[in-house]
Nanobody
Framework: HVQMVESGGDSVQPGGSLRLSCAFS????????VAWFRQRPGQEREGLAV????????TYIDSVKGRFTISRDNAQKMVYLQMSSLKPEDTAMYYC??????????????????WGQGTQVTVS
């Protein structure tokens, strides 16, 4: 019914760039929002960005604003996270997740219903 699969994680030097991909298979009558989260060792899962699959509106948290860009290609059933100016503190497991909400609120883990398996990003 719902599947989220992340890819593109890698090791990169500080200041470098990386593009993450999320292939999704969702019920578009139920799912309207796809978000990117990350989890650093010993820390809680943190929402980074969300995109409205219908209208394409984007929302970011301050720590990634201006460096990360979320985008979608509904025909390909893909959501991307383009990351630039990467910092060591960006090192984390990155996840995409889908929500049934009709309004794409700032991403919080408890509001997202379906999750991918994660892809590791290491900045060093």
């Amino acid at each position: 019914h719902v599947q989220m699969v992340e890819s593109g994680g890698d090791s990169v030097q500080p200041g470098g760039s990386l593009r993450l991909s999320c292939a999704f298979s969702v019920d578009r009558h139920k799912t309207n929002c796809v978000a990117w989260f990350r989890q650093r060792p010993g820390q809680e899962r943190e929402g980074l960005a969300v995109i409205d699959l219908g209208g394409g509106a984007e929302t970011y948290i301050d720590s990634v604003k201006g460096r990360f860009t979320i985008s979608r290609d509904n025909a390909q059933k893909m959501v991307y996270l383009q990351m630039s100016s990467l910092k060591p503190e960006d090192t984390a497991m990155y996840y995409c997740a889908a929500s049934f909400a009709t309004v794409c609120y700032e991403p919080k883990p408890e509001t997202y219903n379906y999750w991918g398996q994660g892809t590791q990003v290491t900045v060093s």
